[in-house]
Protein backbone atom coordinates (compact mmCIF):
# COMPACT_ATOMS: atom_id res chain seq x y z
CA UNK A 1 0.00 0.00 0.00
CA UNK A 2 2.65 2.29 0.87
CA UNK A 3 4.31 1.50 -2.18
CA UNK A 4 1.40 2.59 -4.35
CA UNK A 5 0.78 5.81 -2.75
CA UNK A 6 4.02 6.82 -3.08
CA UNK A 7 4.08 5.83 -6.89
CA UNK A 8 1.10 7.71 -6.75
CA UNK A 9 2.28 10.95 -5.33
CA UNK A 10 5.97 10.90 -7.47
CA UNK A 11 3.31 10.90 -10.61
CA UNK A 12 0.96 13.60 -9.19
CA UNK A 13 3.88 15.46 -8.31
CA UNK A 14 5.25 15.05 -12.01
CA UNK A 15 2.45 16.41 -13.24
CA UNK A 16 2.66 19.65 -11.53
CA UNK A 17 5.60 20.59 -13.83
CA UNK A 18 8.00 21.64 -11.12
CA UNK A 19 11.53 21.16 -12.94
CA UNK A 20 13.79 20.63 -9.09
CA UNK A 21 13.12 20.36 -5.47
CA UNK A 22 12.89 18.13 -2.48
CA UNK A 23 9.94 16.22 -3.42
CA UNK A 24 10.98 14.78 -6.97
CA UNK A 25 11.80 11.35 -7.41
CA UNK A 26 15.53 10.39 -5.97
CA UNK A 27 16.46 8.90 -8.80
CA UNK A 28 16.17 7.29 -12.07
CA UNK A 29 14.57 4.33 -10.75
CA UNK A 30 12.07 6.19 -8.80
CA UNK A 31 11.25 8.76 -11.78
CA UNK A 32 11.12 5.65 -15.05
CA UNK A 33 7.97 4.23 -13.32
CA UNK A 34 6.42 7.02 -12.37
CA UNK A 35 7.36 8.50 -16.11
CA UNK A 36 5.83 4.85 -17.72
CA UNK A 37 2.77 5.12 -15.61
CA UNK A 38 1.45 9.03 -16.27
CA UNK A 39 2.01 8.54 -19.83
CA UNK A 40 0.69 5.03 -20.63
CA UNK A 41 -3.03 6.56 -21.75
CA UNK A 42 -1.97 9.83 -22.93
CA UNK A 43 -3.17 11.86 -25.94
CA UNK A 44 -2.65 14.88 -27.60
CA UNK A 45 -6.37 16.21 -25.97
CA UNK A 46 -4.70 15.76 -22.26
CA UNK A 47 -1.30 16.57 -22.85
CA UNK A 48 -1.45 19.86 -20.47
CA UNK A 49 -1.58 17.22 -17.51
CA UNK A 50 0.92 15.14 -18.58
CA UNK A 51 3.80 14.11 -16.27
CA UNK A 52 6.02 17.61 -17.05
CA UNK A 53 5.56 20.93 -18.93
CA UNK A 54 5.18 19.94 -22.84
CA UNK A 55 5.61 22.08 -25.48
CA UNK A 56 4.43 21.00 -29.00
CA UNK A 57 8.14 21.35 -30.80
CA UNK A 58 6.50 20.43 -34.29
CA UNK A 59 4.02 17.71 -35.87
CA UNK A 60 3.57 15.34 -38.67
CA UNK A 61 0.53 14.35 -40.66
CA UNK A 62 -0.01 11.17 -37.66
CA UNK A 63 2.05 12.66 -34.71
CA UNK A 64 2.93 15.72 -32.31
CA UNK A 65 6.39 15.88 -31.06
CA UNK A 66 6.95 17.62 -27.50
CA UNK A 67 9.55 18.58 -26.17
CA UNK A 68 10.17 19.78 -22.29
CA UNK A 69 12.27 21.15 -19.55
CA UNK A 70 15.34 19.60 -18.01
CA UNK A 71 14.58 18.18 -14.93
CA UNK A 72 16.91 17.82 -11.89
CA UNK A 73 16.18 14.67 -9.74
CA UNK A 74 17.12 14.98 -6.14
CA UNK A 75 20.04 12.91 -6.20
CA UNK A 76 21.02 15.23 -8.63
CA UNK A 77 20.46 13.65 -11.66
CA UNK A 78 19.67 15.94 -14.21
CA UNK A 79 16.77 14.32 -17.03
CA UNK A 80 17.62 15.72 -20.36
CA UNK A 81 16.86 15.75 -24.06
CA UNK A 82 12.94 14.87 -22.80
CA UNK A 83 11.05 14.29 -25.93
CA UNK A 84 7.15 12.75 -26.24
CA UNK A 85 5.43 11.92 -29.05
CA UNK A 86 1.58 11.56 -29.44
CA UNK A 87 -0.54 9.91 -31.95
CA UNK A 88 -2.83 12.69 -33.59
CA UNK A 89 -5.28 9.23 -33.64
CA UNK A 90 -6.42 7.81 -30.37
CA UNK A 91 -6.36 4.43 -32.07
CA UNK A 92 -2.41 5.31 -33.52
CA UNK A 93 0.48 4.57 -31.82
CA UNK A 94 0.91 4.37 -28.07
CA UNK A 95 2.96 7.22 -26.47
CA UNK A 96 6.51 7.33 -26.51
CA UNK A 97 8.62 9.54 -23.93
CA UNK A 98 12.63 9.54 -24.95
CA UNK A 99 15.00 11.38 -22.13
CA UNK A 100 19.02 11.09 -21.56
CA UNK A 101 20.22 11.21 -17.93
CA UNK A 102 23.20 13.71 -17.63
CA UNK A 103 25.61 14.72 -15.16
CA UNK A 104 26.49 11.48 -14.06
CA UNK A 105 27.14 7.97 -15.19
CA UNK A 106 24.95 5.15 -14.97
CA UNK A 107 26.29 1.70 -15.83
CA UNK A 108 24.69 -0.90 -17.67
CA UNK A 109 25.13 -3.02 -14.22
CA UNK A 110 23.41 -0.27 -12.40
CA UNK A 111 20.80 -0.81 -15.05
CA UNK A 112 20.07 -4.72 -14.91
CA UNK A 113 20.66 -4.28 -10.89
CA UNK A 114 17.13 -2.35 -11.63
CA UNK A 115 15.43 -4.76 -14.38
CA UNK A 116 16.68 -8.07 -14.68
CA UNK A 117 15.31 -9.02 -17.57
CA UNK A 118 16.65 -6.86 -20.64
CA UNK A 119 17.66 -8.41 -24.39
CA UNK A 120 20.08 -6.56 -26.87
CA UNK A 121 17.35 -5.00 -28.89
CA UNK A 122 19.78 -2.65 -31.04
CA UNK A 123 23.37 -2.48 -31.72
CA UNK A 124 25.88 -0.60 -33.50
CA UNK A 125 26.45 -0.79 -37.19
CA UNK A 126 30.10 0.76 -37.44
CA UNK A 127 28.46 4.41 -39.23
CA UNK A 128 29.02 6.70 -36.39
CA UNK A 129 30.26 6.82 -33.05
CA UNK A 130 26.83 8.03 -32.28
CA UNK A 131 25.32 4.54 -32.44
CA UNK A 132 23.82 2.72 -29.60
CA UNK A 133 23.68 -0.39 -28.40
CA UNK A 134 20.16 -0.64 -26.58
CA UNK A 135 18.56 -2.95 -23.74
CA UNK A 136 15.23 -3.32 -23.38
CA UNK A 137 12.72 -4.61 -21.03
CA UNK A 138 9.90 -7.31 -22.34
CA UNK A 139 6.64 -5.78 -22.27
CA UNK A 140 4.37 -5.01 -18.86
CA UNK A 141 1.19 -5.71 -18.53
CA UNK A 142 0.63 -2.16 -19.74
CA UNK A 143 2.36 -3.50 -23.23
CA UNK A 144 4.90 -0.93 -22.44
CA UNK A 145 8.84 -1.77 -22.73
CA UNK A 146 11.49 0.61 -21.75
CA UNK A 147 14.76 0.52 -24.01
CA UNK A 148 18.65 1.92 -22.11
CA UNK A 149 20.99 2.74 -24.88
CA UNK A 150 24.22 3.17 -24.85
CA UNK A 151 26.59 5.31 -27.72
CA UNK A 152 29.40 3.77 -29.12
CA UNK A 153 31.23 7.29 -27.99
CA UNK A 154 30.82 6.46 -24.28
CA UNK A 155 29.79 2.58 -24.03
CA UNK A 156 29.84 2.58 -20.24
CA UNK A 157 27.44 5.69 -19.45
CA UNK A 158 23.59 5.05 -20.24
CA UNK A 159 22.78 7.65 -23.45
CA UNK A 160 19.18 7.65 -23.32
CA UNK A 161 16.01 6.09 -21.97
CA UNK A 162 13.21 5.41 -23.94
CA UNK A 163 9.71 4.20 -23.15
CA UNK A 164 7.49 2.77 -25.36
CA UNK A 165 4.35 1.08 -26.14
CA UNK A 166 3.88 -2.58 -28.03
Known sequence: MIAIKTGLAIAMLLCTGIAEGSLLPQNIWQFIPAASSAIK??????????????????????????????????????????????????????????????????????????????????????????????FSTPADINRQKISFSFTVKDPDCLARVVIAGD
Open 41 to 134: NLSINDVDNALLTFRLSSENEYIHFYTAEPVKLADGLLISSIELRLSKNRQGMSPLLIFSPSNQCITLTSVKEHYHDLSMTDYPRGHSENEVTS
